[in-house]
């Protein structure tokens, strides 16, 4: 404990030096302004370090900054130093709506689809700036993202779900570039948001322009779980599907995958046609195929792999995510819809969604496999799967 009492330090008056103790002093000025100082001596020399002014910064709290100081000292800091470093970073820290439009920026020039690049932005004018765009962007938290998906996210949970994408990938380019400490906390803002009754709304899909670079990573090693899931994302398959996928289905000569009616969730037969990226992945497991084995990922003695390893796959790739693997074929559809012509019906055809309008399906007797198989062509390039020459402009017919 110091020898100055607060009573002291409310009574000096006469200019000159009031020390506390272990370097901690009050000066008072001849104007009668009076302030908290430390000297310290390290490495041979002497240093005076203020503490703030003596009428905002109590006796108590001037010992508490002096000791946090002679901490630093001790360790080989430099205290000045430490809190101008923390005084730039601080200043260097940009809003979130800073950080959205430099990311746009950044990454506008590989949206091949102009109305795709300004949706982007403009979902995140209309729904996020107004609620979070003032606020540094690591300080945005759970609370705020979920207080402004709170309004839209039952009664526009399309919307809404873009909305979080974008937020999202902003928030996790921001930890990528040393703004953040922390990557967005998906799982956390989605737990205090009501259940959207969209189909497969509960799958948290990677956002499209993410995905590219996840194949990357995949492609480090050949593994069953990693092909199987590179598989998945060119054809937007289901896991199920893909897992259970057999070389007797695969027709290389003409590039498509048929799944049997009994394999599928509407039990009716569907044909995936596969880009150039998709048979590449096929001829690599082929190599890794043992003796007559059907399966064309197999895992332990040579049967179906498991659900988890495609998701243990996927969390290694992207630690302290919540992406699922079945999320992918939403990344797949929101792509479709985004930065492509393809109509709906076209998109949902490749995913092999069932119809629920009777009538219509019906009517509809066309699988759309040859427009289905310049889509997942152009899916492929997307992802920086392709060849340069595979056709990526949108179809509109």
Known sequence: MGSLTVLQVKAATKPGRYVDGEGLMLVVKPGGAKTWQLRIQANGKRRDYGLGSASIVSLADARERAYEMRKQVRAGDDPVALKEAARKIKATVPTFEVAARDLHEERKAGWRN???RDQWLSSLEAYAFPAIGSTPVDRVNVADIRDLLASIWLV?????????????????WAHAKGH??????????????????????HFLAL?????????????????????????????AGRSG???????????????????????????REH??????AALEVLRIALTLRRG?????????????LSDMTLTKVLRVALPGSSWTVHGFRSSFRDWCAECTGYRSEVAESALAHTIPNKVEAAYRRTNYLQLRTTLMADWAVYLGEGPVTAIISPKTT
């Not at 599907?241 to 039990?267: C, H, N, Q, Y």
Request: glycine share 6%; net charge positive.
């Open 156 to 172: 526009k949970p399309e919307t809404a779900r873009r909305v979080l994408q974008r937020t999202v990938t902003v928030l996790d």
């Open 292 to 304: 007559g084995e059907d399966v064309v990922f197999p895992g332990m003695k040579g049967q179906p």
């Open 114 to 116: 102009g109305k795709h």
């Open 271 to 276: 044909v995936v046609p596969l880009s150039s």
């Open 180 to 201: 953040r400490p922390s990557e967005a906390p998906v799982r956390a803002v989605r737990a205090g948001l009501g259940r959207q009754t969209k189909t497969d709304s």
């Open 241 to 267: 599907e893909v897992r259970g996928a057999k070389w007797s289905e695969i027709d290389f000569d003409k590039a498509l995958w048929t799944i049997p009616a009994e394999r599928m969730k509407a039990k």
């Open 207 to 235: 956002p499209h322009d993410q995905v590219a670079d996840l194949m990357k990573d995949l492609k480090e090693s050949d593994t069953a779980g990693r092909l199987a899931l590179r598989f998945l994302i060119l054809t």
